[in-house]
């Protein structure tokens, strides 16, 4: 999960495998694969790279699968 914060300054997490698309309207608009809604003040570079920095730190905790 990813933190991000709303028009009114309140913060939040999402779980970003759930994020589908994020447009810039000029605020920026993420919509999820259950078509909820959020809009918030971060830009769309810092989400994915918010997301990148969760994925990089959950892939290096799983344990390695050994045949």
């Known amino acids: 999960m990813i933190k ?5 300054n309140k913060e939040f997490y ?3 495998d759930l994020i589908e698309k994020i447009e810039v309207t000029p605020d920026t608009v993420i919509t999820t694969t259950t078509n909820k809604k959020y809009v918030v003040i971060e830009d769309p570079e810092v989400i994915i790279q918010r997301i990148i920095q969760f994925k990089r730190a959950y892939m290096s905790t799983r344990p390695e699968v050994i045949k």
Do not use: E
Request: charged residues 0%; glycine residues 0%; hydrophobic residues 50%.
């Open 4 to 8: 991000l914060t709303a028009l009114n």
């Open 14 to 16: 999402i779980n970003c």
